[in-house]
T-cell receptor, first 113, second 111 residues
Framework: DTEVTQTPKHLVMGMTNKKSLKCEQH?????MYWYKQKAKKPPELMFV???????INESVPSRFSPECPNSSLLNLHLHALQPEDSALYLC????????????FGPGTRLTVT | GQNIDQPTEMTATEGAIVQINCTYQ??????LFWYQQHAGEAPTFLSY????GLEEKGRFSSFLSRSKGYSYLLLKELQMKDSASYLC????????????FGSGTRLSIQP
């Protein structure tokens, strides 16, 4: 199984809502990532988890809160988002943070109204 | 800091060969990646180069010259399904956990 799954596929939320994005992998990977991708732009790294511990936070606003409950799951909790946060949110995983291949999930397309 | 340059758009013909160039300026070097991304889909890994030279994998090859800060992705026997964005990315020298993507090259294949 070389699949990273993400739910939901699409999410529309208001600026006062609280929602969560979920990511799951069963490849035994110990590194998991959140990226944000705007239209026609490359993915931008947000967070890196290594062995279920947060190892990189790329100065992401606190309205984005990551969580890694176990080695297979990665969540991104969203609260009080702004319209400019609308984007494709991609989850990825790799054997380790220094592995050369990251496997990406299909993403959650988020629209903030 | 890191800077990655690649052409914004390219067009090629079905059955032909196309080369997508990437130049990078980094404070150190720790590996270069190529990813393919179809519109609305997730990136998929194509290749990884850490030493100079050519890596071949089926119809796709990737070349690296560390002294020139230069890489290219070569696609042979182009198919319509190869229409996608191709992202050059480098691993951050000071933090190997971090991959920095270039803006990508949108490749359109014409019949």
């Amino acid at each position: 199984d070389t699949e990273v799954t993400q739910t939901p596929k699409h999410l529309v939320m208001g600026m006062t809502n609280k929602k969560s994005l979920k990511c799951e992998q069963h490849m035994g990977h110990r590194a998991m990532y959140w990226y944000k991708q705007k239209a026609k732009k490359p993915p931008e790294l947000m967070f890196v988890y290594s062995y279920e511990k947060l190892s990189i936070n790329e100065s992401v606003p606190s309205r984005f809160s990551p969580e890694c409950p176990n080695s297979s799951l990665l969540n991104l909790h969203l609260h009080a988002l702004q319209p400019e946060d609308s984007a494709l949110y991609l989850c990825a995983s790799s054997q380790a943070t220094t592995s050369y291949e990251q496997y990406f999930g299909p993403g959650t397309r988020l629209t903030v109204t | 800091g890191q800077n990655i340059d690649q052409p914004t758009e390219m067009t090629a013909t079905e059955g032909a060969i196309v080369q997508i160039n990437c130049t990078y300026q980094t404070s150190g070097f720790n590996g270069l990646f190529w990813y393919q991304q179809h519109a609305g889909e997730a990136p998929t890994f194509l290749s990884y180069n850490v030493l100079d030279g050519l890596e071949e994998k089926g119809r796709f090859s990737s070349f690296l010259s560390r002294s020139k800060g230069y890489s290219y992705l070569l696609l042979k026997e182009l198919q319509m399904k190869d229409s996608a964005s191709y992202l050059c990315a480098v691993r951050d020298y000071s933090n190997a956990s971090k991959i920095i993507f270039g803006s990508g090259t949108r490749l359109s294949i014409q019949p």
